[in-house]
């Protein structure tokens, strides 16, 4: 059975992904930092199920999710660096130091620890697919999201390098994964986020098609499908 580990599941992507590869019949570690929606998650199926309360930014709790859920399930078939945040919209010389520091530390420090702690042991088993979430902001740019432009072009940047380091077997993919209706885009889309697709319809497309990747797709940039591609 395959073990797939996803950052930052309690709701948007994360959580549909959670529930669409365990509905797939893949073993499924995850973590976020609210209490609630992990017991939630948790009863869809604890037999091949492992949900923490974790920060991503923290190095002691990250660490002991990941020899936790390797102890259990084993070394994952597949890491999915889905944890993020968005900037409230703002201009960037308004932002605040904190606030700028802070996304950083979510998305682009957690990417890397996360890899940290999960790529040694991937390179130990000889397998291991990487799949950093990154953005249409991670290859374009707009006004007043310029810290999360910037640390999702980070997240394209550190995936192709990590591409040329990885060896023979395993696979880093930059991911995009189009425009969903979640809490994120409400923060940045307001009302309009309603015209986007929700995250369960999203993950009845990404998930087999993130599940398909493989070595072979080492170093790719790639956009889950729409509906109007299909
Ligand atoms: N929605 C879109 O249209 C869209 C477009 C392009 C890219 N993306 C990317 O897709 C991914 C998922 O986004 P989303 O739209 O689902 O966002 P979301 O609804 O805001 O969900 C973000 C998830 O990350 C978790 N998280 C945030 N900070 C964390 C931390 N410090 N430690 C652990 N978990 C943390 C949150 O859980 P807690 O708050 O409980 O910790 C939540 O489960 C992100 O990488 C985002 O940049 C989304």
């Known amino acids: 059975m395959k073990h797939v580990m996803i950052s930052g599941c309690s709701r948007g992507l994360g959580k549909a992904m959670v529930q669409g590869f365990h509905r797939a019949g893949w073993t499924v570690s995850g973590f976020a930092r609210s209490r609630n929606v992990i017991d939630e998650l948790q009863s869809i199926g604890a037999d091949r199920l492992e949900i923490h309360q974790v920060d991503v930014t923290e190095e002691k709790p990250v660490a002991d999710f990941v020899e936790a859920a390797i102890s259990r399930f084993g070394v994952p078939d597949l890491l999915i660096n889905n944890a993020a945040m ?31 702690y999960v790529v040694p042991r991937m390179i130990e088993a000889g397998r291991g697919v990487i799949v950093n979430i990154s953005s249409g902001w991670g290859r374009s740019t707009s006004p007043e999201v310029a810290p999360y432009c910037a640390s999702k072009w980070a997240i ?75």
């Open 86 to 116: 968005i900037n409230a919209n703002a201009p960037l010389w308004e932002i605040s130091q904190n606030d700028f520091e802070q996304l950083m530390a979510v998305n682009l420090s957690g990417v890397h620890r996360m890899i940290r």
């Open 156 to 230: 394209e940047g550190l995936s192709s390098a990590l591409a040329q380091e990885l060896p023979h077997g395993l696979a880093v993919i930059a991911l995009n994964p189009g425009i969903i209706d979640t809490a994120m885009l409400r923060s940045c889309f307001g009302g309009d986020a309603s015209l986007y697709p929700d995250p369960a319809d999203w993950a009845k497309i990404a998930v087999p098609f993130i599940a398909k990747f493989g070595a072979t797709h080492n170093g790719k940039s790639l956009t889950v499908p729409s509906e109007m591609d299909r």
